[in-house]
């Protein structure tokens, strides 16, 4: 029909309806007076678009707006002054997703497993989790959180250790002169380079504090900020040492983010070129999204996640969890297992 050219009105069955749409300002939603379920009790909603951090916290102070909700609507400073506060409340989901930075295989340095070994070694999670995020996002140890379905297996984590660190990147021939300078082999420094995404104010963070870590260990990494779309063409055309990325969370993972590991979807397929069993990988990966006997995919993706975790191609770094601020007059603020959809319904006011 004609709505590959274009929808006209926006129709469904859920307990709102669409009455107004304004790109990029607002949308207005009315209860359904038709809906099949229990009726909302909140009958009018009004999503207002407000792109800076500051602003929307001032607009809650303010009470221009009661509820400020998703993964990177709120950083964890803001988040953290209002723990003890009596008049705004703060929800914190279970884990959704994972903050990860993807290791090209394919460049000559971290071809090497010893480096990318090296490099988990040499990643302090805890430190990540409590000085960045305050706590709202926990250390994470894997590619995905247990909670997600086929995930929870029995990997045996990178244990934080600077010495086992610095032990491998001897073994791997890389040698000091000085404990500032960085290690050299075969005349080249062992040096890299982190890309993150420049509209992230913590992945600019997390990108320092780890090239003051690893600095410690000789290893020389130059970070670069990139506004989105470039930060992610880049990470498509695999042009990058190492870069931010994350999994897709619930309900897609962890068949969704697999299966775009075996097409130059985002950075995964590029990197790992340069892993011995990237063929094996892909293969199980396929059958996975073929088979219907649940024994059998159990299996696969037991082999598929312990290999990418033995290759040590992601160094995993937090989980990341929803997050609502809110009028403490609000009651009902939660979450779904689809991270990006709001349970308005479900509110009301005290």
């Known amino acids: 029909g004609k709505t590959k050219n274009g929808l006209t009105a926006f129709i469904g069955s859920g307990p709102y309806v669409l009455k107004e749409h304004v790109v990029d300002e607002y949308s207005v939603f009315e209860a359904n007076p038709d809906y099949w379920g229990k009726k909302p009790a909140i009958k009018r909603i009004v999503v207002k678009v407000i ?35 009596k008049k705004f409340s703060i929800a914190v989901s279970s884990p959704t997703s994972t903050r990860q930075i993807v290791l090209n295989t394919t460049n000559d340095i971290l071809k090497d497993k010893k480096i990318r070994t090296a490099i988990q070694h040499a990643t302090n999670k805890s430190v990540i989790s409590q000085g960045v995020f305050h706590g709202f996002e926990p250390g994470a140890d894997t590619l995905y959180s247990t909670s997600i379905p ?4 029995d990997l045996k984590p990178y244990k934080y250790d600077m010495k086992e660190a610095a032990k491998l990147i001897e073994e791997a021939g890389y040698k000091r002169d000085g404990k500032r300078a960085p290690a050299v082999k075969d005349g080249k420094p062992l040096a ?16 320092e504090y780890l090239q003051s870590e690893f600095g410690k260990l000789g290893m020389q990494i130059s970070i670069r ?47 790992q070129l340069g892993l011995p069993d990237k063929h094996e990988i892909d293969a199980a ?66």
């Not at 086929?150 to 297996?153: A, K, L, R, T």
């Not at 059998?296 to 290759?311: I, M």
């Not at 992601?314 to 297992?337: D, R």
Request: proline residues 3%; contains cysteine; charged residues 25%.
């Open 225 to 271: 900020g990139e506004e989105e779309q470039s930060y992610r063409d880049n990470m498509k055309n695999g042009k990058f040492d190492m870069v931010f990325n994350i999994c897709w969370g619930t309900p897609y993972d962890p068949q969704s983010s697999l299966a775009a590991m075996r097409q130059r979807v985002y950075g995964d397929y590029e990197a």
């Open 285 to 350: 990966i396929t059958k996975i999204l073929t088979s219907t006997d649940e024994k059998e995919r159990r299996e696969l993706y037991r082999y598929v996640l312990t290999h990418l975790h033995e290759d040590a191609v992601y160094l995993p770094i937090s989980f990341e969890t929803n997050k609502a601020l809110f009028n403490a007059e609000l009651g009902g603020v939660g979450f779904l297992s689809n991270q990006y959809e709001i349970p308005f319904a479900d509110m009301y006011w005290k």
């Open 192 to 207: 890299l380079g982190l890309l993150y995404n420049s509209n992230s104010v913590s992945e600019k963070t997390i990108a």
């Open 51 to 85: 792109p800076d951090n500051q602003t929307r916290i001032l607009a809650l102070e303010k009470g221009e707006i009661d509820l400020i909700w998703g993964k990177n609507m709120i950083d964890a400073d803001a988040l953290n002054k209002y723990r003890e506060s």
């Open 150 to 153: 086929y995930c929870d297996i």
